[in-house]
């Protein structure tokens, strides 16, 4: 058998083949690539959409405008700004409008289109949105291509549609209940993760059984080596696949995450470090997600700063928060275990981004679509909403739970509440939410009821002159004749109830509401009957028409009157009222009057 020789090769030309030039010079203008913030390219392919010249002409404004999203632009933002675009084809399909160029447009074609995406695109505020991507590309074109458009069709441009623009509905919270149940859930997920993750040159533990089979051990040894050497290992390397075939005929776990896990992050794992942190610092999560490794800025006395990267803040977009550091239970704590547990997998993949984890397709920075974690979360800790279904977690509510939060700690107070926000967008955008609603309409209430207990608040007299407590100036003192049930009156032929001169017709207990009204100390036993009467009632008539009879009554004697008065003369009215027995006091007939 004669031996081998080396292959070789015809040299390459340095002049291009003439097929790979004519490529180039007759490149589709309506392909071309994006470079988006993950360091990767999108390629945007119009060449599919109807109306070719049309196309030809717009695509140079897209390309512009996704330019003006920024150096490197979100990828999502991209597509969702394509998709949008798109839409205004489908309505020329719809309406088999061919167009030839930018000449074409026209403003009742415009308005048509405003027109169709009223009956076919949901809501306001998502036509608009939809309109939006159409009306920026042709602004771009009245700038870069004067003379382009009909001069009645840049007059249109000036505004993107007519009528009310709709509003968004506001983000949620979510409750008190359902924020404490993820907070244990990441913090015992998180946990699992340290226990699991094996760090510096430590190696994990096999999985169970591994050790019962001396080859399988072997084999197992041999994956855990090239994923110390790599930082991952192929479902197609022949380590792994001996590895596997042997597990399963021992009925092992080997899946291809089980080597996995020992080394670096899972989707799991950054959901709940994405949850935790978000719950207890109110970060913004594509913030949160896109945390560098040297974040973590001039730790002292107990406290650190996270640099983290803005997009939406033109101008100012590097920010710092103060936040706790110490143990895990901190934010800064949380930063650092983090940091600790993906260091292993920055040192193979060359990346700066803090969170870089393991998922099917290998190791890579994480990026916003942890669906599939998210969802692994919930399921695993059984985390259910308020109605016991189970939870639809999105990670986006997290900031508004935990701004929730801090309103109720703050009172409601904007100034303290307002922390990274003006007190405008404060209010707005993370006060005025559903699960605050609560809160507001309680405030009222309490407001209103303050102000008519102010109004109407009885005048006391306690017979001591040390501690009198009236409100106002006492009217002239009254006779006995004019003394009724629960009051003295300083005006029984001039109430406020009727005509001067006329007796006053209103039942006993209206004395609790008038001004005329003077209560003194020898009324006691009276009022404690009374409000023994009422506490009776409860059992007799029904909640709704307890609370309209005797609701106002019960809370002036119970919580303004009876605390007025010392505790003694209270006590020794009610041991009055058991010495002589409640019989011994009139109790007037409208007030069994049903």
Not at 37 to 53: C, F, M, N, Y
Request: proline residues 6%; hydrophobic residues 40%; aromatic residues 8%.
């Amino acid at each position: 058998m004669s031996r081998g020789r080396r292959a070789t090769f015809p040299p390459q030309s340095d002049t291009p083949d003439k097929c790979t030039v004519t490529a180039v010079i007759i490149a589709d203008p309506r392909r071309f690539a994006v470079r988006v913030d993950t360091g990767g390219e999108i390629i945007v392919d119009l060449s599919s959409w109807s109306s070719p010249s049309f196309v030809v002409d717009i695509a140079p404004l897209v390309r512009e405008r996704i330019r003006q999203m920024g150096p490197t632009p979100i990828g999502r933002s991209v597509r969702r700004h394509l998709l949008n675009l798109r839409r205004f084809w489908s309505f020329l399909d719809d309406r088999t409008i061919i167009l030839h160029g930018l000449g074409d447009i026209t403003v009742e074609l415009i308005n048509d289109y405003e027109a169709w995406l009223e009956q076919n695109a949901g809501n306001r505020l998502f036509q608009r949105h939809l309109l939006a991507a159409l009306i920026s590309g042709l602004r771009i074109a009245v700038e870069n291509r004067p003379g382009g458009l009909m001069p009645e069709v840049v007059s249109r441009l000036r505004y993107l549609g007519h009528g009310d623009s709709g509003g968004s509905r506001p983000r949620d919270a979510y409750s008190s209940r359902i924020a404490e149940a993820l907070r244990a859930a990441a913090r015992a997920q998180i946990a699992e993760a340290r226990q699991r993750i094996a760090l510096g040159d430590d190696v994990p533990p096999p999985p169970p059984g591994v050790d019962a089979c001396t080859r399988l051990r072997a084999h197992h040894d041999a994956v855990v080596a090239e994923i110390i050497r790599s930082g991952q290992i192929e479902t197609r390397h022949p380590s792994f696949a001996r590895f596997k075939g042997l597990g399963a005929y021992r009925h092992v776990d080997c899946r291809i995450e089980v080597p996995h896990r020992g080394f670096h992050l899972t989707p799991i794992d950054l959901a709940a470090f994405l949850t935790l942190l978000s719950l207890e610092t109110g970060m913004e999560m594509e913030c949160l997600i896109r945390l560098k490794a040297d974040c973590l800025r001039n730790p002292t006395r107990g406290y650190v700063e996270i640099e983290y990267y803005k997009r939406r803040a033109r101008g100012s977009e590097w920010k710092r928060l103060r936040v706790r550091d110490g143990s895990s239970a901190t934010p800064g704590g949380l930063v650092r275990m983090a940091i600790a547990l993906t260091e292993r997998a920055r040192r193979h993949t060359g990346s700066d981004r803090l969170w870089v984890l393991w998922t099917i397709d290998g190791l890579r920075p994480a990026n916003e679509e942890g669906g599939q974690g998210i969802a692994t979360f919930v399921d695993r800790y059984y985390l259910v909403d308020d109605d016991g279904a189970r939870l639809r977690l999105r990670l986006s509510r997290l900031r508004k739970t935990q701004k929730a939060e801090w309103y109720r700690r703050t009172n409601g107070q904007l100034e303290q509440f307002a922390v990274g926000h003006s007190i405008g967008v404060a209010a707005r955008h993370y006060a005025d939410i559903p699960a605050l609603r609560h809160v507001h309409e309680q405030t009222l209430a309490d407001a209103f009821h303050d102000a008519l207990d102010a109004a109407l608040k009885p005048r006391i007299d306690t017979n001591e002159a040390e501690h009198p407590v009236v409100e106002r100036q006492d009217p002239s003192p009254a006779t006995d004749e004019q003394d009724v049930w629960l009051a003295r009156c300083g005006g029984f032929y001039e109430s406020p109830f009727t005509e001067a001169g006329k007796p006053c017709p209103s039942p006993f207990w209206g004395c609790l509401e008038c001004e005329n009204a003077v209560i003194t100390e020898r009324k006691l036993p009276a009022l404690i009957a009374f409000q023994s009467f009422m506490a009776d009632q409860r059992t007799v008539l029904d909640a709704g028409e307890w609370s309209i009879k005797f609701g106002r009554p019960w809370h002036r004697v119970t919580k303004q009157i009876l605390p007025a008065f010392a505790p003694q003369a209270v006590e020794a009215a009610r041991a009055r009222i058991a010495e002589q027995g409640p019989t011994v006091l009139y109790l007037p007939v409208e007030a069994t009057a049903r």
